[in-house]
């Protein structure tokens, strides 16, 4: 069952390991200045994971509703991770911009998913 979902994983752990590492982790001075750069990354990091995850499932799906069924779970993960930041860690904040981006990013690879492979078109 590992196998099947290996990328998946493997994206989620990663996810999880960036949104809860101290930031001293990463370094004190950013190399790239540009203002909401975190956001950018929230919006990536989301939009790669659900895309992992339709295209490790693709043949799974049916309709349009269990697609959207499934990317409650990357919703609920991120959504997650911003109130562990919040409560178990020192040096991280939990915001809700973070969320919305997080959910942008799962919403854009629905809709490029939705238009590249529309279901209707079997």
């Not at 990463?26 to 990091?45: M, R, S, T, V």
């Not at 499932?57 to 109130?83: D, M, W, Y």
């Amino acid at each position: 069952m590992i196998k099947k979902h290996i990328f998946t994983i493997i994206t989620t752990l990663l996810i999880l390991y960036l949104s809860l590492a101290g930031s001293k982790t990463f370094g004190q001075e950013a190399f790239i200045n540009i203002p909401y750069i975190d956001k950018i990354g929230h919006f990536c990091l989301y939009f790669i994971l659900m895309t992992v995850i339709i295209l490790e499932h693709k043949k799974s799906f049916q309709n349009t509703r269990q697609l959207l069924l499934v990317a409650l779970i990357p919703f609920c993960f991120g959504t997650l991770l911003e109130i562990l930041q919040l409560t178990i860690t020192t040096d991280r904040k939990g915001e809700v911009l973070d969320a919305i981006f997080n959910t942008a990013g799962i919403t854009a690879a629905l809709f490029l998913w939705l238009f590249y492979k529309p279901y209707y078109a079997k």
